[in-house]
């Protein structure tokens, strides 16, 4: 079912149509940069474990390495899975931005005449192509930035806690 091209009343109207015939993948980066930060928030346990047992045996035995091939395993998980959603965000984020445009452009040439009368074309267009504009950003900074932060300081509390809930509590009530 093909959608009407309308204007978005709200700011989730628009994400939600913008992101409509993507959702597939985008549940799919979400879940490859979660592995990914998860791989990424669990190195630094890794070491942690390494320099305790070091400093409780003094002595580089099997178990150290064991740690440290576990430590070069997540961080190539990290990588990997960033890697993989960036590729796939890279496939479909074009797309989805420029379905805004073309919605918001197909919407404005169904309205009547009286419409335009006292609004410029010029300026219509410009509302369209800064309401683009924006929305794109909007995307940048929520998939590249905020989601890996907040992911990352939920995963940390998760870590503490398990680690010591002393310790896991204090960084909750930080945040």
Known sequence: MK??????????????????PYKRKTI??????FLGILAWTASPLIIADIINQLSQTHR???????????YAVLRMIDEVFWRLAELLMR????????????NLFAAIHKKP????VNSSSGRIGYWINQTVATTNELVDTTIWTVWGRVMGLIISAVFLLT???SVGLIFVVWL
Do not use: A, C, N
Request: charged content about 20%.
């Open 3 to 20: 959608q009407k091209p309308t204007i978005p009343i709200s700011t989730i109207d628009l994400l939600k149509r913008m992101v409509g």
């Open 28 to 33: 799919l980066f979400f879940i490859f940069t």
């Open 60 to 70: 580089v035995d099997q178990y150290i390495w064991w740690l440290i091939v576990i």
């Open 91 to 102: 496939s479909f984020k074009p797309q989805m931005i420029e379905r805004v445009r073309m």
């Open 113 to 116: 005449y009286s419409f335009f």
């Open 163 to 165: 680690e010591h809930r």
